[in-house]
Each structure stands twice: as structure tokens, then as C-alpha cells.
């Protein structure tokens, strides 16, 4: 059969094979990741069309990359020349919403606020939250294991998904996990595909697990003379113990930026912001105690209880990115630390910053420690970009000799697959390689990502 022939027979499954369609699913919202146009765009809508799609890849040795919304900062689902991206886009259903078992039933092209929004008309709620709720879809968010915001209470993705349905390589189906509250049946297979960013098998249908909706948050917001005094607070904020449902930080950089683009009126005076709410039942006596903590650093310290006006701040903190993005050509970072390191990682990005003469600007979930530098720098000035990938590397390094990870939420894609072997050991990762080679013997899924 030749490649028109096999590309006929998937009919509908085939979104296109026009080049000046294909380029745009080639990339993610990655930098320094290289992009190349595809070969042909797959886009089923069933898991039967899926199974098509990649036992024919199988028969004429296509390379596979799965993709999502192409929301991802890692380049998981950016492929080489040749690839053939397989689209989950079509496959956007919401199956099913159990108010009983609270539980869903997706599919992965499912948008994740859109899940949100479902969920809570029936009095619940899916906690996962990352910046790019309005756009990321529930399988990307799988194959990246995605946190957010509400991280520092709730946890990242996978520790609401229940079960799953996957095509491997060949094209075979295969059900994971279960839908009940316990289950302990031969090895977690589902948790080993959270977080393989499309490199073990095609996620299909997601079960995820829901909880009651909680009560409207009451929102703190604390400001700092210095981003440095903004991590002791957090640091104290945490040795306190008390519960919150966000810690989430902002540099000057940042808070103008947004600024600028909200208009939110943020003093220019303030060096460093931290937004936290708590949705627990005694939430004021929370607040509180992050109010107590703040006090030895904070120049000022506001509690609000007005539900849109917490709304409002969290929808600043939601465009920090973009933001910063006006500012010029970017670089984000993902790093998480020990939150008693938080200080001490703040203050050798401020020193990379002043070294190589580069704006950075710092936001993150302060709260579990994963903070998200973004490196400004102009992409037509060569010792700029040097400077900016030297900053990349000084940031990544130093959060690996703080005690963290080289990603806490983003995946480690292309972006960052040589700094995979820096983190885990050679047995770590010779294991990584032989599970991979029993679900995709041949390689043909996303090749040249994650290692």
C-alpha cells in the first residue's frame, strides 16, 4: 500500500496533508525546541479511528507524535520532518459526570475548564488548575501530569485520575485503573501514563475523580519591598502549618507587565506580591494565620472577602504570562524546590538576572515550590539568546543542587531531555528505556522526546 493509499483509507481521521495547515500543529508554545512541518495531520474523533490511525503508522513505519491544545511549554509535541501528528482535538466529549461515585468519564480533548464548569452545575469539583485552563485539554494535562494553582491543597492531575483507556503503538486497547474507591489489582499502569507526554501510548478516555465544591474562597494578598522578604514569608507561611488552597507568587516584573495589560492598579513601588485564599470551612482563621506569618516582612497585608474581587486577582495571576511575553521574546523555566529553599532559588535568579544583564521575571505556585522564571531576551541578537540559554541552564542547574526537580509541572519534552539523565540516576534510567521499549518496541511514538 502506498503512503496516498493508506492515508485514503483512514478517511475522516485525516485532517490534512497541506503543508500550510499541517505547520501550525507542528509546535507547541515552546522555545529552543526546533519545529518541523508534518508530514500529515490524523485528527480522530473515536477510539476505533485511533486504533486505524496507528496500526497503519505501524504498517508504513510512521512516526507518531500525539497532541493536544499545542498548549505545552516543554516541545512534547513538537516532532521531526516526516512526523505524522495525531490530533485528539476531535475527541472532546464529555462521556459521562457520576454525582454518586463523583467521577467523569472524558475524552481527552476535553477542555479542562470546560470539565470545571460541568462538574460544579452539579455541585462538585476537579481541583486541577493550570494557567492554561480556558485552552489545555484533560489528555494533555495527562500526558504532562499538569499541577496549577491549586496545587498546594488539592495535588497535580494525576491524583485525580482514576482509569484510563489507551491505544499502544500497535494498535492495541488497553483499560487501566478503576472506577471504584479502592483498588490495588496488579501494577498502577495508570499512573505510569500520567506524565509520559505521548511516548508510551494514545490516551482515549480519561476517569477522573471529583470532590463536593467547596465554599467561594476568601482571598489575602500580602506586598514586599523585595522578592527575597515575598520567599521568607512564604517560608514562614509554611512552618506555620496552616492550610490554603493557593500560595501563589508574582515579581515586580511580572505584577507591572500585568499591570499593564489589566489595568489592575498595582503600585509600581511594590517589588514582590503574594496572592493566597483559602476555601476551608474556617477560612478567616486560615487567612489569619498567613497574616501572622506575613507580618515580620510584608509591607502591607489586605484580606478580602469579596468573592469577585479574589476572582479578579486570580485572572491577574492568570496573565502573567502573556504579560511578560509583550516584553519581548521569552524563556520560561520550571523549577520546583523544597519550599525551604524558595529564598535561596529566588535569590540566584536574581543573580543570574544581574550577570547576564537579562530581565527575568518570577511567578509561581510558591505554596509546593514550583516557581516559573521567564527569561526575557531578544531572539535577533545572538549573544542575547546565549545569554538567555546560559540564564536557562544556571536556574535549572541550581534548582537540581537546592534538592528539586527539573520540572514540577511543564514535562520535560525536548526542552529539557538532557537535563532527564542529570536528575536520575543511570538504573533510573535504564529503566525508563526498557519500559518504554514494552509498550513501543519500535519507537515510533514522539521520538526524540522526553529521552
Not at 516543554?74 to 521531526?80: E, I, L
Not at 509583550?326 to 520560561?332: A, E, I, Q, T, Y
Not at 535577533?380 to 539568546?385: G, K, L, V
Request: a negative charge.
Amino acid at each position: 500500500m502506498t503512503r496516498e493509499q493508506a492515508l485514503a483509507a483512514l478517511g475522516r481521521a485525516v485532517l490534512s496533508t497541506d503543508p500550510d495547515i499541517t505547520a501550525s500543529y507542528g509546535f507547541d508554545q515552546s522555545r529552543f525546541t526546533g519545529r518541523a512541518v508534518p508530514s500529515a495531520v490524523l485528527a480522530p474523533s473515536t477510539t476505533d479511528e485511533v486504533v486505524s490511525c496507528l496500526r497503519v503508522a505501524a504498517e508504513q513505519g510512521w512516526t507518531v507524535v500525539p497532541r493536544g491544545a499545542g498548549s505545552g511549554l516543554s516541545g512534547a509535541a513538537n516532532g521531526d520532518a516526516d512526523t505524522v501528528v495525531l490530533s485528539t482535538h476531535r475527541m472532546n466529549s464529555i462521556v459521562s459526570i457520576d454525582t454518586v461515585e463523583r467521577l467523569a468519564v472524558v475524552q481527552p480533548g476535553v477542555v479542562t475548564g470546560e470539565l470545571r464548569t460541568a462538574v460544579a452545575e452539579r455541585g462538585l469539583f476537579y481541583p486541577p488548575d493550570p494557567g492554561s485552563v480556558a485552552i489545555s485539554t484533560i489528555g494533555g494535562n495527562v500526558a504532562t501530569d499538569a499541577g496549577g494553582m491549586c496545587c498546594v491543597k488539592y495535588g497535580v492531575t494525576g491524583d485525580f485520575v482514576l482509569g484510563l483507556e489507551v491505544v499502544l503503538a500497535d494498535g492495541r486497547v488497553m483499560r487501566t485503573g478503576r472506577r471504584t474507591a479502592k483498588g490495588v489489582a496488579g501494577y498502577d499502569l495508570t499512573h505510569l501514563f500520567v506524565g509520559s507526554e505521548g511516548t508510551l501510548g494514545v490516551v482515549t478516555e480519561i476517569t477522573v475523580r471529583l470532590l463536593p465544591a467547596p465554599r467561594e474562597p476568601l482571598t489575602l494578598v500580602a506586598t514586599f519591598g523585595s522578592l527575597a522578604a515575598a520567599g521568607e514569608a512564604v517560608a514562614a507561611i509554611t512552618a506555620s502549618g496552616v492550610s490554603v488552597s493557593m500560595l501563589e507568587i508574582m515579581d515586580r516584573t511580572t505584577l507591572r507587565a500585568v499591570d499593564r495589560m489589566t489595568r489592575m492598579g498595582f503600585d509600581d513601588d511594590v517589588a514582590a506580591m503574594l496572592l493566597v485564599q483559602s476555601d476551608a470551612s474556617d477560612a478567616a482563621a486560615a487567612l489569619a494565620e498567613v497574616e501572622k506569618a506575613c507580618a515580620a516582612t510584608a509591607v502591607d497585608v489586605v484580606i478580602g472577602d469579596d468573592p469577585a474581587e479574589g476572582a479578579q486577582l486570580l485572572e491577574a495571576r492568570r496573565q502573567a504570562l502573556p504579560a511578560l511575553e509583550r516584553l519581548g521574546d521569552w524563556l520560561l523555566d520550571d523549577v520546583c524546590v523544597p519550599r525551604s529553599r524558595i529564598v535561596e532559588l529566588i535569590g540566584h535568579i536574581e543573580t543570574v538576572a544581574a550577570d547576564e544583564q537579562l530581565t527575568i521575571g518570577v511567578f509561581g505556585h510558591a505554596g509546593d515550590g514550583n516557581m516559573h522564571p521567564t527569561i526575557i531576551y531578544d531572539e535577533s541578537d545572538p549573544a542575547s539568546r546565549a545569554g538567555a540559554l546560559r540564564a536557562f541552564d544556571r536556574i535549572t542547574g541550581h534548582a537540581l543542587e537546592l534538592g528539586g526537580t527539573i520540572t514540577g509541572e511543564h514535562g520535560v519534552g525536548r526542552l529539557k531531555k538532557s537535563w532527564l539523565a542529570r536528575e536520575l540516576d543511570e538504573t533510573a534510567m535504564a529503566v525508563h528505556r526498557a519500559v518504554r521499549a514494552a509498550f513501543d518496541p519500535e519507537g515510533r511514538l514522539n521520538p526524540g522526546n522526553l529521552f
